[in-house]
């Protein structure tokens, strides 16, 4: 049975305005967050999208974007975080290596890129084989690019820019393999609704 999944980014937060590194560490969401999370919402609610289950990552950024999105009761999930950047948490965006990062964060303390693509690989694999059809799980930009990369050799769809905040990737799910099946609205803060007044 085909199943779907929404994973989505979380609202702008206070360290994404302020170019911080924000893995495991945490920051509140931005008036433009919580408007991008709105947007999200009635995105949802215009194509009539009903979600038997909702999941986030343990950082109250993703947990805040998600209830404003949905009033579903949700599970947190450790699998879902963002990157350990180790020492770099909280630290200048400019001081990112070049990409692809690879295991660089683990020399500070941080996670290895592939073992934060499986973590975050094998938490969606998991959430989709519980009795679940539709799904929407709030995560993060790092993790939503790499579980994309993982499952790229099912899927045409590609995604170059940057993965936006409360960027939403439709993703289908059948015999135990994702395909991305559309992105949807991949960066909010172009919309001129989003703009606080």
Known sequence: MKKTL???RHGQTLFNKRRKIQGWCDSPLTELGIKQAEIAAKYFKENHIVFDHAYCS???RASDTLEIVTDLPYTRLKGLKEWNFGAFEGESEDLNPSLPYGDFFANYGGEKEIEFQKRV???C???MEEDNEVVLAVSH???CRKF???WEHTSSI???ERIGNCCILKIEYENEEFKLVEIINHDFSNFSEA???
Do not use: F, H, N, W
Request: no cysteine; hydrophobic share 40%.
């Open 141 to 143: 930009g790092a993790a």
């Open 158 to 160: 590609r995604q170059k």
């Open 121 to 123: 690989a094998d938490i």
């Open 58 to 60: 343990t950082s109250e």
């Open 195 to 197: 703009i606080p007044v």
């Open 6 to 8: 929404y994973l989505m």
């Open 148 to 150: 994309m990369q993982y």
């Open 125 to 127: 694999q998991k959430i």
